[in-house]
């Protein structure tokens, strides 16, 4: 019964938010992967495009929420959604065509890239806080758990509790879904292998007669999308607030870097690895080795091997590790 | 128009531009201006000396500026009674015992071959390492976190003349630099950058966490300054005279003449700083570093050794920013961690060298000046803006109340605009390079 109470408290606290989490940070990490890999820069602004998706999602939410619009048990966001990433697709392109392509035709160095990212990042944190304001803002509605800890106790007779968010849910599912389309996407159409040619080696594929400007074109699209959902699917899970979504951005490079930069399976593979060090270093085991310990061996302490604070830090230094050990990270990235 | 004019109407206009400030506002925001523009400069400085010489891309600015301010505190406050004997020998302790254990990685590293022994020998003394380090600091900080936490609850500083915090706060930013440098540099460009951006975060946390340190989120206030207070100064009937005779009552008088020692001290260093840069400018070093910069791989042809005099100028520049960041806490009079703020600290100085002008220190002294000044002037000229769109709309009306509300974000806009701009049509700066 012990050794259930410890795995229920286990999956409660630390599996099924690592999980989430994890998602998350593999979304975000696939846009930044598939920047460097196709445009050959790290996009600083990645997190505040995020953020702006998420914007627009959250104000088309309450619009439909003040129309009456409800998806029942799920929350309106998803209905929301598709509008959220169409304005995130048409700002992206805009900026691409009015910033980004001047540099790729001068062929400037990654690095200027980077300092006009840095730019767009300004901008648009300056955008988001400017229609929708620094504070906190609560656009989840619907059913609040699949699975609540309450009635789990009730049903199963333990001690411990699991409670299932239906926004851990649906970032699992959103996640898998997404994942399989973009693989299908790069391996099967016609658009997705040219992408990977143009990635792979790019004189060889614009011999080939791949026309760039449409290859950037639909990387924008694409990021777009993820950044959106990402964005969306964090702030549904914990809450939508501009300047997080720019903290996430050591944790989401992170993840790019450890998996490889440029190789999207390694970007998934770097969020799950970043967010479940980041949840096990944090998390307070004491609630699990109750249920372990024979009773003169309990811990005294949370058994808290850094608090929350330092998440940075975990993400930081696995980073840093990767870096020192294997810099084109744990799946083979493009370039040291 | 020959470059000197150039510089100096450009410098010319800036200095009219203060003026102004000072005769429609007020003269002590006006001094103010110059006081943190000096201190940006110095910040911009440091920046260009990675950036401008070596290309080296620092987004952690803030972190080195952050160290600056801890030694300010570290150095200028008192000791706080009693502290040091609750728990001080458990904090250095502790923190030896923490360095013994990297090296005593490291070495394991090195001495081991490759492979599962050596992989699970090193992470086996990390974590050993880990678990002593946690159960030596952890209850000394605790003990020194409950001494008077109301007041004080933490260990204090040395209660040494403030400005010696200035070169400490260098070398405290350059021990940081030190660390990212020895791991980032060498790999590509980007990776510094996140390294930077990492560490930054980092300091930024120990900072508003580690309370016996800093006090944490509680801030320090009341750090030492260099300068008499205004409140003695307005009780010393020879200053009250004096400014009398000059047309000050002694309230503004006295707000103003510390601003103007402030400012002395602050011009002093920069002056230092900005010699020192331009005769390594000049020198066969900066020689070598440009030439790093623009061929690396010509450059370690010749025999230069890239990766060390990158690693060099990752240190000296980074040390600049963390003077600049004890200046500042000095003259704040408060570390507060909480006003960290990655826009504020690092990106602003980004614009400031790209703005004046990479490679070019002048350029960076005024780009410094430049946009401190927008940095500060921008909001009530957009709120002066808003009130001007939204004149013609109706009173009381939501979107009017909305665009004047959010005319405080107009800062982080204007900044991207003219970062983007001049990185478009001057991509070389107000003042070029040579």
Redesign the interface.
Known sequence: MDLLNALIAFLNYVFVPGVAYGSQLALGALGVTLVYGILRFSNFAHGDTMALGAMATVLITWLFQSWGISLGPLPTALLALPFGILACIGLLLFTDRYVYRFYREKKAKPVILVIVSLGITFIYNGVTRFIIGPDDQNFFDGERFIISAREFKRSTGLEEGLSFKTTQGITIITAVIVVIALFWFLNKTRAGKSMRAYSDNEDLALLSGINPERVVMITWIIVASLATIAGVLYGLDKSFKPFTYFQLLLPIFAAAIVGGLGNPLGAIAGGFVIAFSEVTITYAWKKVLVYLMPENLEPSGLVQLLSTDYKFAVSFVILLIVLLFKPTGLFKGQSV | MNGTLKNTMLFGIIALMIIYVGLVQSWNSALLIVAMGLISSIMALGVNLQWGFA?L?N?GIMGFVALGGLAAVLIGMPPTEGGFAAGGMGIIGALLLGAGTILAAIQVMKRMDHGWPRTIAVIAVLIIG?FLF?GLLDPAAERIEEINPAQTGYLGGLGLPVLIAWPVGGLFAAGAAWVIGK??LG?????L???T???A??II?VL??EDWLTRGVKNVIGVPRPVPFEVDLQNSAAFVERAAGLGFDPVEGSTLWVKVLYIALFATVLLILMWMAQRALHSPWGRMLRAIRDNEVAAEAMGKDVKARHLQVFILGSAICGVAGAMMTTMDGQLTPGTYQ??RFT?LI?VMV?VGGSGNNLGSVLGGFLIWFLWVQVEPMGLWLMNLITSGMAEGSALKDHLI??AA?????????V??LV??FS?RGLIPEK
């Open positions: 290309g891309f987004v880990f946690r791991t980032a790999l590509r460009s980007d990776y950058a996140i390294a951006l990492g560490i975060e980092i946390a508003k966490n990655p826009l990106f980004w790209i509300e959010s974000h107009m800062r982080l806009l204007t900044m991207g605009m970062l983007l990185l478009r991509p």
